[in-house]
């Protein structure tokens, strides 16, 4: 789509005189003018409809699509040299307002970059970082080779490896942020950087965690190694990529009345898995307007072995149903997506306690009271709320520091033991529906924050 100075202009009249000059620049380079694109433009109106969250879904003075490293380069100059707001977009799969888009500037989306290499010899995965994890996977499947990637096919490459990326296979490999070899970063002057063990390696580990916040990331050069990861402290790229694509996994879901035995199977796993074990457990707590509350695991095995004894307790509870199957990680991945609808008001929250079952069942009893008060304020709303209660352990943190280390800060975290990662999720239909459920959120999250210091158990 070839868009005029000329048109930009007309396009983005009452817009601030910043705007005009940004996107007017970004199309008047012959590198960039088919990939500049403003609101009322097809291109412009699919990708602002492909975000998961509405929230961050925002509507930009124009997107810029880069296809190259070169590409982003120039946009990047263009952006310093017009002090240009702007947003990093790679999946859309964040959820509050400005995490991967921006209202007032430039959002510089990734969708365009998203093709996945192997280099069979190297035994390294080159990824874009606008690819998502389903095709990831795929790309990577007729290699019979994986990577520590994503728990969902639509999340996209990029935020997940460069904000941490918590992944069936961390308590093997750790986080994906620790298993990237090296990255292509174009820096804010638009130079183009190689950062790696050998080269520029402040900037390499301070990649991983720094999120958007180093440089524009145009290439991550993803392996693990079933080592460590020495070889590649002495030559950039050394390392294998994880060996065969079977994953075994699934959700199981249990009556209620089950629930304390199902946390203290969460805590019997947690407490006896072996360090760099395959097996990865979850515990979900889920409620919605039809279904009303539910109960359930996600239990996986990153080698695809079946019904381990580490899973016995799990096992040992009788369930309602169970989509528990081994296959290859690019068919076994998308049923985890399922529960991930897009284009909804989503919102998540975090939070740290200590492995314990207090902690757990607080959680729980604080989250049933929750909904009564939901329901009250929005009668006719459509929404749904998520608890992912999963462990933080030694194991997974130990990795990073074997592999030159991140700037996560979990070290300190995790010195006397395991603990317990939650996550809480409000998924909502409409901006008037969240307007009146989010506040009774944020009460939820202080609430638990608050029965976790009274209880002793709360981590900061």
């Known amino acids: 789509m070839k868009i005029s100075a000329a048109v930009f202009f007309a396009l983005t009249v009452g817009a601030s005189?910043?705007?005009?000059?940004?996107?007017?620049?970004?199309?008047?380079?012959?590198?960039?003018r088919d990939r500049v694109f403003v609101p009322g433009s097809a291109v412009y109106d699919t990708q602002l409809a492909s975000y998961y969250s509405a929230n961050a879904a925002q509507r930009a003075w124009c997107m810029v699509l880069p296809a190259s490293t070169a590409d982003v380069q120039a946009v990047a100059r263009t952006l310093s040299r017009h002090q240009c707001p702007f947003g990093i977009r790679s999946g859309g799969h964040s959820t509050w307002t400005?995490?991967?888009?921006?209202?007032?500037?430039?959002?510089?989306?990734?969708?365009?970059?998203?093709?996945?290499?192997?280099?069979?010899?190297?035994?390294?995965?080159?990824?874009?970082?606008?690819?998502?994890?389903?095709?990831?996977?795929?790309?990577?499947?007729?290699h019979n080779v994986t990577v520590v990637g994503a728990r969902t096919s639509v999340v996209g490459v990029g935020g997940?490896?460069?904000?941490?990326?918590?992944?069936?296979?961390?308590?093997?490999?750790?986080?994906?942020?620790d298993n990237v070899a090296s990255w292509e970063i174009v820096l804010a002057n638009g130079t183009a950087v190689n950062a790696s063990a050998n080269e520029h390696a402040n900037l390499w580990k301070a990649q991983k965690g720094g999120?958007?916040?180093?440089?524009?990331?145009?290439?991550?050069?993803?392996?693990?190694?079933?080592?460590?990861?020495d070889g590649l402290m002495a030559a950039a790229n050394s390392t294998v990529a994880i060996p065969g694509t079977q994953l075994w996994g699934g959700f199981t879901q249990y009556d209620l009345d089950t629930r304390?035995?199902?946390?203290?199977?969460?805590?019997?796993?947690?407490?006896?898995?072996?360090?760099?074990?395959?097996?990865?457990?979850?515990?979900?707590?889920?409620?919605?307007?039809?279904?009303?509350?539910?109960?359930?695991?996600?239990?996986?095995?990153?080698?695809?072995?079946?019904n381990r004894t580490a899973f016995k307790e799990y096992l040992s509870i009788p369930n309602i149903g169970s989509t528990l199957t081994s296959?290859?990680?690019?068919?076994?991945?998308?049923?985890?997506?399922?529960p991930t609808p897009l284009g909804q008001y989503a919102n998540w929250f975090t939070g740290t306690a200590t492995h314990s079952f207090d902690s757990l069942a607080a959680i729980d009893e604080l989250h049933h009271a929750l909904i009564p008060k939901m329901q009250a304020a929005a009668l006719n709303a459509a929404y749904s709320t998520l608890?992912?209660?999963?462990?933080?352990t030694p194991s997974m943190v130990r990795h990073a520091a074997a592999r030159g280390g991140n700037v996560l800060g979990l070290a300190s975290v995790i010195a006397d033991g395991p603990k317990l990662n939650w996550l809480f999720s409000l998924t909502v239909d409409t901006e008037a529906h969240q307007e009146v459920l989010l506040p009774l959120a944020q009460e939820?999250?202080?609430?638990?924050?608050?029965?976790?210091?009274?209880?002793?158990?709360?981590?900061p």
Not at 262 to 291: C, G, M, R
Not at 327 to 338: A, L
Request: glycine fraction near 10%; charge should be negative; charged fraction near 20%.
């Open 17 to 32: 005189a910043t705007a005009r000059q940004c996107c007017t620049e970004l199309a008047a380079q012959d590198a960039l």
């Open 98 to 142: 400005g995490s991967n888009g921006v209202k007032d500037g430039v959002t510089v989306d990734f969708g365009h970059m998203n093709a996945t290499t192997y280099d069979r010899k190297a035994g390294v995965a080159s990824i874009q970082p606008g690819a998502r994890w389903g095709s990831v996977y795929a790309a990577l499947d007729p």
């Open 160 to 177: 997940f490896t460069t904000g941490a990326g918590y992944s069936f296979h961390s308590n093997a490999h750790g986080f994906s942020c």
């Open 211 to 229: 999120s958007g916040n180093v440089g524009f990331v145009t290439r991550i050069d993803h392996s693990a190694s079933l080592a460590t990861f």
């Open 260 to 306: 304390d035995d199902v946390f203290n199977a969460y805590l019997d796993f947690v407490d006896n898995t072996e360090d760099n074990s395959p097996d990865q457990n979850i515990v979900a707590l889920f409620w919605d307007h039809k279904d009303g509350f539910a109960l359930r695991s996600i239990l996986t095995n990153a080698n695809g072995e079946a």
């Open 327 to 338: 296959g290859p990680e690019k068919d076994i991945i998308p049923q985890f997506t399922g």
């Open 387 to 392: 608890i992912e209660l999963q462990p933080l």
């Open 444 to 459: 939820f999250v202080h609430a638990v924050n608050k029965k976790q210091r009274d209880m002793g158990t709360y981590i």
